[in-house]
């Protein structure tokens, strides 16, 4: 039976557990001590003529990381010093760190004492230069403005981990353990507790924990070089200092949304949904020109906790306007315009009237019955309406397109589709010719040879011709009057 999560302590301790780190407890336990030995020989002073000897003593520790292997090291020295009575005698503390066997404690002991560099933080330093030594900055600002993204316009709090090595990586994973929506960091910060005092062993000891991380948590921001930060004058001898610092949090969105595991899985599966003509919930996004710009890319999670998750790829995404690039080309090689229409831009509709069509046993009852003629009339006008989007598209075409040679277009199609054309005997015949009622009944035909289908199992009816022919002639009504312009005129849109 899996555990409820309903506590603080119930969460660390599971993260701990997952850790699977209970057999490092005694190296944990040395190294502790390295660490305190470590910051106690740091403060010790020496009168100038004892400089010699103590320099000697302290020789063998000197940039000696404070590990459980150096443990005998640090001791050795502490001993040194205390026999010549240069130290104080820290028997105690020692004592009260080896005599630890709660291994929680014990870790969350070792994690106080790691965690100098680490920070939680929405734009990382080392996301502008993985050798970056600058502060990252934990934006918490609720202000928005309309036409700014911002880390502010999540929904949902997305907070990094930084640190100055991926090997302290657990330690801001610590700090960053979610309980009822809320960081444990935050909890440490703002109520002082987040139920630490359960892993405690003393009352001094948690505040000594709650202090440290605070220190940690309140670092005084730091810029350096590598940030590549511009300083702009605003004033004299005062400037404006514009950061460059990218938002991990924004890049993370960014990538749970569109281009993670799970995202892409899911899109996968959507679009083909799609291309089988099946319903399928949420919603598929295209990005056109999507770049990546690499972070430490053969150890991405050197620089940040998400980082790593994104395989130290930030997407960048175009900020150019969309520049839409028409291959439309006039149907001058089909007799008539409606072969010129893509097949999946009337698909939907006109499977939508067939099924319709097909549900009724008796034929001639889907036309004289009044309520289903109105369905009849409503997708009829649906195709219509595709159909009369794609003849404006290539009315836009420059005029006179249809002046070439060999062009089996018919003549009535020409005048619908190329309106504009600079040809006075194109125009007369145009004007005097009965071409609509041409484009009806061409419809009709047309519109009548996609309802049987593969399968063959719907066969039109005359009545069915008929309404198509009046259903695209009252389209035509309304559209001619607005193709009726004067001979020299140039098309909208002709330069």
Not at 196 to 213: G, M, R, V
Request: contains cysteine; hydrophobic residues 35%; charged residues 25%.
């Amino acid at each position: 039976m899996v555990e409820k999560l309903n506590s603080w302590h119930k969460v660390i301790k599971h993260y701990i557990d997952d850790l699977k780190e209970h057999g490092n407890q005694q190296l944990y336990i040395d190294e502790l001590v390295a660490i305190f030995l470590s910051k106690q020989l740091g403060l010790v002073t020496v009168s100038q003529e004892d400089q010699r000897e103590f320099k000697r003593l302290i020789q063998p520790i000197n940039k000696k990381p404070p590990t459980s292997k150096n443990r005998p090291l640090f001791e050795k020295a502490y001993q040194q010093l205390l026999e010549k009575e240069w130290i104080s005698d820290f028997s105690l503390p020692l004592q009260r760190i080896n005599n630890k066997t709660d291994f929680y404690n014990i870790w969350i002991c070792r994690s106080v004492e790691l965690s100098g560099g680490v920070m939680p933080a929405t734009h990382a330093a080392k996301l502008s230069h993985s050798k970056s030594s600058g502060s990252s900055i934990l934006d918490y600002s609720n202000n928005q403005k309309e036409g700014y993204l911002t880390t502010s316009s999540l929904k949902r709090k997305i907070v990094d981990g930084t640190y100055v090595d991926a090997k302290f990586s657990r330690q801001i994973k610590f700090l960053l353990l979610r309980h009822n929506e809320t960081y444990l960091f935050d909890a440490i910060y703002d109520t002082g507790n987040a139920e630490l005092d359960h892993f405690a062993e003393s009352p001094e000891e948690l505040n000594t924990w709650l202090s440290k991380y605070r220190d940690v948590l309140a670092q005084i921001p730091r810029t350096d070089t590598l940030l590549k930060q511009i300083y702009f004058p605003i004033e004299p001898q005062k400037y404006h200092l514009l950061s460059v610092l990218k938002s991990s949090s924004l890049a993370q969105k960014i990538y749970d949304s569109h281009f993670s595991k799970d995202a892409q899985n899911d899109k996968k599966s959507i679009d083909k949904a799609r291309k089988n003509n099946k319903y399928a919930e949420g919603n598929t996004f295209w990005i056109p020109d999507v770049n990546k710009l690499m972070t430490t890319q053969s150890q991405p999670q050197n620089a940040t906790t998400l980082n790593g998750k994104r395989r130290g790829a930030i997407r960048l995404l175009s900020c150019q306007p969309p520049v839409w690039k028409s291959n439309l080309k006039p149907p001058i090689y089909h007799s008539s315009l409606f072969q010129g229409i893509h097949a999946r831009e009337v698909r939907d509709d006109i499977e939508y009237l067939r099924n319709f069509l097909m549900r009724n046993e008796r034929l001639d009852l889907s036309i004289r019955d009044p309520q289903k003629r109105q369905w009849l009339i409503k997708w009829g006008q649906h195709i219509i309406d595709t159909v009369l989007f794609y003849v404006q598209e290539v009315q836009k075409l420059p005029a006179g397109w249809s002046n070439v040679p060999d062009i089996k277009l018919k003549q009535a199609h020409q005048y619908f589709l190329d309106p504009y054309r600079e040809d006075e005997a194109f125009q007369a015949a145009r004007k005097g010719s009965n071409w609509q009622e041409v484009i009806s009944q061409d419809f009709a035909v047309w519109l009548n040879s996609k309802l049987p289908g593969k399968d063959k199992q719907f066969t039109p009816q005359p009545a069915h011709r008929k309404l198509w022919t009046l259903l695209m002639a009252d389209a035509l009504r309304e559209l001619t009057p607005a193709l009726e312009v004067k001979f020299k005129q140039k098309p909208r849109g002709d330069a």
